[in-house]
C-alpha cells in the first residue's frame, strides 16, 4: 500500500513558477514509477509526466513538454514536478500517481493517487 500527499500548489500570474511535491509512504516508494495528472474544471483527467522507478526515463504530455519537469527522490519518497511558464491552461487540481509501470501511469491507469492540490494560474 501506498499513500500519497501532495503540496505545493497555489495562486500563481501566467508566466511564474511553482514546485509540487508528492511525499509517499511506506519502504517501497523505489518500486514504483511515479506521475502527475491533472483535472482542470469542467473536463477529464489528463496526464501530465511521469518518471521511472530508478531510471531516469520520463514522459510528457505534448502541452507541459518544455516547461515541467518531473523528479524523485528516492531517498525522500517524494516526486516533484516543477512547473515554468505557467498558462491560465494550466489551472486545474494535480494529483500525484504511483503504478508499478510508467506506461500505465501514462494510461491513466495507476493504482495508487493522492488527494490533489489546486493550482491557479492567473492572467
Known amino acids: 500500500q501506498v499513500q500519497l500527499v501532495e503540496s505545493g500548489g497555489g495562486l500563481v500570474q501566467a508566466g511564474g513558477s511553482l514546485r509540487l511535491s508528492c511525499a509517499a509512504s511506506?519502504?517501497?516508494?523505489?518500486?514504483?514509477?511515479m506521475g502527475w495528472f491533472r483535472r482542470a474544471p469542467g473536463k477529464g483527467r489528463e496526464f501530465v509526466a511521469a518518471?521511472?522507478?530508478?531510471?531516469?526515463?520520463?514522459s510528457y504530455a505534448d502541452s507541459v513538454k518544455g516547461r515541467f519537469t518531473i523528479s524523485r527522490d528516492n531517498a525522500k519518497n517524494t516526486v516533484y514536478l516543477q512547473m515554468n511558464s505557467l498558462k491560465p491552461e494550466d489551472t486545474a487540481v494535480y494529483y500525484c500517481?504511483?503504478?508499478?509501470?510508467?506506461?500505465?501511469?501514462?494510461?491513466?491507469?495507476?493504482?495508487?493517487w493522492g488527494q490533489g492540490t489546486q493550482v491557479t494560474v492567473s492572467s
Open positions: 518518471v521511472s522507478r530508478s531510471l531516469p526515463n520520463t
Open positions: 511506506g519502504r517501497t516508494f523505489s518500486r514504483y514509477a
Open positions: 500517481a504511483a503504478d508499478e509501470l510508467l506506461s500505465r501511469l501514462q494510461l491513466l491507469r495507476f493504482e495508487f
